[in-house]
């Protein structure tokens, strides 16, 4: 079912529904009480007529409600009074042109009272009560109050066409703001799934126009277009890297080519065909690192993170160790600063990853002589892990390029240029990130923040 179609349903036409329904409930209990109204007026003006029914002075009963000074005024409206006597005779009626309900009314054992509702020859509705009423002697005599239904009837009537009009204007208010709405929504909607389908073939879902409102849709909208931006830049990430494997495979299988087409040229001694063999052995050893690295670089990047509790300094401690023989190798003290427990909910293999290739890094530029730091600390809810060098440092202009696939500041620095992708994709993977930090002496401070949960 259509958008406009299910908010005309549920927004007027169901809620429309819903008001008569509950309208024909408060016609019915007005009707009752209206009704019950009415007994009580009967009732209370038979009691009043027949405490003094017999108060004549010769005993004779009598209405009061005739030589009443008033009676011109209420004989309108006031209920038809009728008297019968002992056999069941008329000895009086109030007003005389009342309509006659019964010529006959013969007291009878049983309920002193009796209300019933009668339809008379003319089709008029009346409410009948029926009192059964003892003379000072005994003798039983029955008042009769006859009261048109009429009074019920058309206020309820009036009440009813009232009701049903308001609810005809309601429910076509509703109709006309439902569609209305629906016809909005429905083009907000329509244009945001074009929007995403264009996004397929690359494009980006623009941002929300500023006129629109701040709704849901325009949270969904502005979610999609920064969704769009994430893949597109993802993308675009995905080519320069795939376009940068490339050069970097190319160039030992370009370099290993050349080697052995000079070597099978002409005839080759030995010792100069080892000499191919062993250039063709670095290039290899060049191209399984970076074959290694990619595959580091992608289980960072897309598979699902193994977090367990665990102490974060303890595995500072451990990366530390690791490299202690390539630090001595090179000449390089290195220290470990920071509280002797850290608490924290991460993979531990892929954060000791991300730990090792910021000490090779540091190590790679570290001069001789020199101290490299692995300082812990605690920032807010997240841990802070920072590897400090006394490097050459990296220029303000490179600080993010590091980060970047491949990219290297200087190529005979060893490496493939993998190694802080990694740590940023790790560091991200944990709700963190990875970023170049200012330093207070010579060298480069990269930092790795995690979150503590």
Not at 34 to 51: G, H, I, K, M, N
Not at 268 to 297: F, K, P, S
Not at 342 to 358: H, I
Request: aromatic share 4%.
């Amino acid at each position: 079912m259509k958008l406009v179609r299910r908010m005309w349903l549920w927004g007027a036409v169901v809620p429309v529904v819903a008001v008569a329904a509950a309208l024909g409930v408060a016609v019915q209990v007005f009707r009752v009480v209206l009704e019950r109204a009415l007994d009580e007026a009967l009732l209370s003006q038979a009691a009043a007529e027949s405490v003094s029914l017999f108060d004549a002075p010769d005993g004779r009963p009598h209405l009061h409600v005739e030589p009443s000074p008033l009676a011109g005024e209420v004989r309108a409206f006031v209920p038809a009074t009728r008297l019968y006597g002992p056999d069941g005779t008329l000895l009086g009626v109030f007003p005389p042109e009342s309509p006659t309900v019964s010529d006959r009314v013969v007291p009878e054992p049983g309920p002193t009272s009796r209300l019933e509702t009668r339809t008379l020859v003319s089709g008029q509705r009346v409410r009948v009560l029926t009192v059964q009423v003892r003379s000072p002697e005994g003798v039983p005599h029955v008042l009769q109050l006859v009261a048109s239904l009429a009074t019920v009837d058309q206020p309820v009537g009036t009440f009813t066409s009232v009701a049903t009009v308001l609810a005809l204007l309601l429910g076509g208010v509703l109709i006309g703001i439902q569609g209305w709405q629906a016809k909005g929504l429905a083009r907000r909607l329509h244009g945001i799934a074009e929007q995403v389908v264009r996004s397929r073939d690359g494009g980006v879902v623009s941002p929300a126009s500023a006129s629109e409102p701040r709704d849901e849709i325009m949270e969904v909208h502005l979610a999609l277009a920064d969704a769009s931006l994430r893949v597109r830049a993802a993308r675009e990430a995905q080519e320069r890297l795939i376009a940068r494997a490339a050069h970097e495979l190319r160039t030992p299988l370009a370099l290993m080519r050349t080697g052995l087409d000079l070597a099978l040229r002409r005839e080759r001694g030995a010792e100069e065909l080892r000499t191919v063999l062993e250039e063709n052995r670095r290039e290899v050893d060049r191209l399984a690192a970076v074959a290694d690295a990619l595959l580091e670089l992608s289980a960072a990047g897309g598979a699902a993170l193994d977090l367990q509790d665990g102490d974060l300094r303890g595995l500072l401690d451990d990366s530390a160790a690791g490299a202690r023989a390539e630090a001595d190798r090179r000449g390089v003290a290195l220290r470990v600063e920071g509280p002797t427990e850290a608490p924290c909910r991460m993979d531990a293999m892929a954060v000791r990853r991300a730990v090792d290739n910021l000490l090779a890094n540091a190590l790679r530029y570290a001069p001789r002589g020199s101290t490299v730091w692995l300082e812990l600390a605690r920032r807010d809810a997240q841990w802070e892990v920072a590897v400090r060098d006394e490097g050459r440092g990296i220029p303000e202009i490179h600080r993010e390029d590091v980060f970047t696939p491949f990219h290297r500041l200087e190529r005979d620095a060893g490496g493939v240029g993998l190694g802080l992708s990694l740590v940023r994709e790790v560091a991200r993977g944990h709700g963190g990130d990875a970023h170049v930090a200012e330093s207070t002496g010579p060298g480069a401070r990269l930092v790795l923040t995690l979150p503590m949960r």
